[in-house]
């Protein structure tokens, strides 16, 4: 096995600009198995930059692979970087992520510091829709980044909770 994964990188490369989602989804997990593989190929041939890259992709399901794989192989840093442009795409389209998708992004959001007050406003008004889901996970991991955000904001946090109390 080692023989060919320094072959691998190259189709994969391919495969993250294929017009069809299912080759692109499964090529952002194949680079996951050669990262557990010879993670020094990976890092080599820039597939986290196009992993980055590729979180902008039109189909959701590339971009909740990319999550995953860019918070497994970071895992031993925290997970994935993040920053305002991310956070803001990914919050711009929470609409087209199915349930796992979207406790993917939300997870991410969570861990995401706020630059200023008026960020957080902004952010919060982004996910306030998450909160009238159905599933119970979604919505507990929407709780979660109100809280997260609200942490330097005393008395949003103190209504935050007094939402979350309600039915």
């Known amino acids: 096995l080692p023989s060919i994964t320094e072959y691998i990188s190259e189709p ?5 600009l294929d017009a069809s989602a299912y080759v692109r989804k ?3 997990m194949g680079i996951l198995k050669l990262h557990y593989l010879a993670p020094d190929i ?29 918070d497994e192989m970071h895992a031993a840093k925290g997970g994935m970087s993040i920053n305002k442009n991310i956070i803001f795409n990914l919050l711009n389209r ?14 991410l959001v969570s861990r995401f510091d706020t630059e200023s007050d008026e ?14 889901t159905s ?7 929407a709780i ?3 809280i997260n955000l609200t942490k330097t904001i ?9 939402r979350c109390k309600g039915p």
């Open 144 to 146: 979660k980044c109100f």
């Open 42 to 70: 990976v890092l080599e041939s820039s597939l986290v930059e196009k992993l980055y890259m590729a979180l902008l992709d039109s189909d959701p399901q590339v971009v909740t692979n990319c999550l995953i794989v860019l």
């Open 94 to 107: 929470l609409d087209s992520f199915n349930e796992w998708g979207l406790c993917k992004v939300l997870n």
């Open 119 to 132: 960020e957080t406003y902004v952010i919060m008004n982004l996910l306030d829709p998450v909160l009238r």
């Open 26 to 28: 499964t090529a952002v």
């Open 12 to 16: 994969l490369q391919r495969s993250l």
């Open 154 to 162: 005393p008395d949003i946090r103190n209504q935050v909770y007094e």
């Open 135 to 141: 599933n119970s996970g979604v919505v507990l991991i």
